[in-house]
């Protein structure tokens, strides 16, 4: 996805597109580096610690959620309670009725079927931002997995069915740091001596608060 302030994107800079352009270049050295080890996009940790160690991201946010449910479903058939028990059955004679049935239908007829079901999906976005000139590409990686357990188990007058479903969802958010950028001012962050100097003074007007 590209995002700009300009006009349009026949108006973005050249140097934006080379941003751009450099990202493309990282992602696909990277696919190859995943295929190369016997990885792919599914394989969450391997990717994340491919991008979080290149050196070229920050880190702007991960979540981590999670989804749990588990229920049962018991119905019974009423409609042949009549025909098998006789008419009029009602109040606590009807709940004797269905017991009855309960016990006696899985006798008539049984029938049971089972599905489980396994999605994984992952996912990267691009996002591709020229605000005002400047070229800022964001990374978003999601990966999802859901397990789905079900069964059900029938008889002529009663249904049982059973249902688990687990879903875990990662997202991570980053943020691409142009290697122009990293040789260009990385020199600047050597010490200086005025500066300890100054982060020394600073320090001390905090002795005597409990930390």
Same mark, same amino acid.
């Given at each position: 996805?590209?995002?700009?302030?300009?006009?349009?994107?026949?108006?973005?800079?050249?140097?934006?597109?080379?941003?751009?352009?450099?990202?493309?270049?990282?992602? %696909?050295?990277?696919? *190859?580096? #995943?295929?190369?080890?016997?990885? @792919? $996009?599914?394989?969450?940790?391997? /990717?994340?610690?491919?991008?979080?160690?290149?050196?070229?991201?920050?880190?702007?946010?991960?979540?981590?959620?999670?989804?749990?449910?588990?229920?049962?479903?018991?119905?019974?058939?009423?409609?042949?309670?009549?025909?098998?028990?006789?008419?009029?059955?009602?109040?606590?004679?009807?709940?004797?009725?269905?017991?009855?049935?309960?016990?006696?239908?899985?006798?008539?007829?049984?029938?049971?079927?089972?599905?489980?079901? %396994?999605?994984?999906? *992952?996912? #990267?976005?691009?996002?591709?931002? @020229? $605000?005002?000139?400047?070229?800022? /590409?964001?990374?978003?990686?999601?990966?999802?997995?859901?397990?789905?357990?079900?069964?059900?188990?029938?008889?002529?007058?009663?249904?049982?069915?059973?249902?688990?479903?687990?879903?875990?969802?990662?997202?991570?958010?980053?943020?691409?740091?142009?290697?122009?950028?990293?040789?260009?001012?990385?020199?600047?962050?050597?010490?200086?001596?005025?500066?300890?100097?100054?982060?020394?003074?600073?320090?001390?007007?905090?002795?005597?608060?409990?930390?």
């Amino acid at each position: 996805m590209v995002v700009t302030t300009s006009n349009g994107t026949d108006d973005v800079a050249p140097a934006v597109r080379e941003t751009f352009q450099k990202v493309m270049v990282f992602f %696909d050295a990277w696919t *190859a580096a #995943l295929t190369r080890k016997k990885f @792919s $996009l599914y394989d969450y940790d391997a /990717v994340k610690q491919m991008i979080s160690s290149s050196g070229l991201f920050v880190s702007m946010g991960s979540k981590a959620r999670s989804y749990h449910s588990d229920s049962t479903k018991v119905s019974l058939n009423t409609s042949i309670i009549g025909a098998v028990l006789g008419p009029g059955i009602t109040g606590g004679g009807m709940l004797i009725a269905k017991k009855t049935l309960a016990i006696i239908g899985g006798k008539i007829s049984d029938g049971f079927s089972e599905q489980k079901t %396994d999605k994984e999906i *992952a996912h #990267l976005l691009f996002i591709c931002e @020229s $605000l005002m000139g400047m070229p800022l /590409v964001t990374i978003s990686l999601y990966h999802t997995k859901l397990e789905q357990f079900g069964w059900v188990q029938k008889t002529n007058c009663e249904e049982v069915s059973r249902q688990t479903i687990d879903f875990k969802f990662h997202s991570d958010d980053y943020l691409f740091v142009d290697s122009n950028y990293i040789n260009k001012f990385t020199a600047d962050f050597e010490k200086s001596d005025s500066y300890e100097k100054l982060i020394d003074e600073l320090a001390k007007t905090l002795d005597g608060l409990p930390s």
